[in-house]
């Protein structure tokens, strides 16, 4: 057997052997997408059966009945067209605590990032320590604080407490570090423009994938959130569909839950998100340091 046999063996082997390898790695992600699909698939087939077909069909066969339209007409007619007022709500919630909050993340995380003051190395600190920190855990101290200046039961009782997060500050000023030049900041100064026009003008530009990001992350967490709502409100008309949602499983005076409407109505709170992500997508990049200097 020659040489070069030999080595087109060896090659082969080694190929094989990567090929092995790189398999384990594909199964996982499978796996993991199954984990993630299979719910919202579960979801889209539930909401076409009723209440008693949940229990009585298999999991994963759609019913073709109607019972799909059914269940969207009930959710839209129960209680004199409440839900709608939920989705507005979430709407009002999520986008206005959104913008609000990435406005205020990404000011905050370019002047850590940018700017050297006396105790914002400390400010960082305490920034990196608050991520730590359970939200969950601030919801009964946020209510009273809140009641002493009764503004509970309103649209700023949610928004106000979710507008400054750590998480948000903390990305967008490694962002900044990275993306946003010294000699850019410098070059707009010389022209004249002030410190808030370089970072409403420049800055924000270069950080606007970090400021994306931040918004999507606060306007998933606003939309999804639970415990906030629940503890703020007491008026089913100021719910957002998390807590919407819940009070048609509570079941009162004899009444079913209605599991049925509940499922469509899960469908239909994911669409928004789904429409999201996707018209957002164009505003990610892969590098996260590329900036507006080429070497």
């Known amino acids: 057997m020659t040489a070069i046999q030999l080595r087109g063996r060896g090659r082969e082997r080694k190929l094989g052997s990567t090929r092995r390898v790189n398999l384990v790695p594909t199964i996982i992600l499978i796996i993991g ?37 059914a269940n969207m007409q009930a959710l839209f007619a129960d209680q004199n067209g409440i839900f709608g007022q939920w989705v507005l709500n979430s709407v009002i919630y999520a986008i206005g605590g959104g913008v609000l909050s990435t406005i205020i993340a990404g000011a905050a995380g370019y002047a850590l990032g940018k700017y050297t003051f006396r105790g914002s190395k400390w400010i960082f600190r305490l920034i ?70 370089i970072f409403w003008s420049v800055g924000s530009r270069l950080m606007m994938p970090a400021l994306v990001t931040v918004f999507l992350l606060q306007f998933i967490g606003i939309w999804n959130n639970f415990l906030l709502p629940f503890v703020m409100l007491n008026d089913n008309r100021l719910y957002p569909l998390t807590l919407g949602l819940f009070s048609l499983m509570i079941v009162t005076g004899g009444t079913a839950a209605q599991y049925s409407i509940v499922i469509a109505g899960v469908l239909v709170s994911i669409v928004p998100l789904a429409i999201l992500f ?3 997508q164009r505003y990610w990049k892969i590098d996260l340091i590329s900036g507006g200097v080429k070497i």
């Open 33 to 69: 997408a199954l984990y993630c699909v299979l719910p919202v698939l579960w979801i889209l087939i539930a909401s076409t059966k009723t209440n008693d077909e949940l229990f009585s069909t298999a999991p994963f066969l759609p019913r073709f009945d109607g019972g799909f339209i």
């Open 278 to 280: 996707l018209s957002l």
């Open 128 to 197: 990196v320590a608050a991520v730590l920190l359970p939200q969950i855990m601030l919801a009964i101290p946020q209510f009273l604080l809140l009641a002493k200046f009764g503004m509970t039961n309103n649209y700023a009782s949610v928004i106000l407490p979710q507008l400054v997060s750590p998480f948000a500050i903390y990305l967008c000023k490694i962002y900044a570090e990275a993306s946003v030049p010294d000699e850019i900041m410098e070059a707009a100064r010389i022209d004249g423009g002030s410190e808030w026009r």
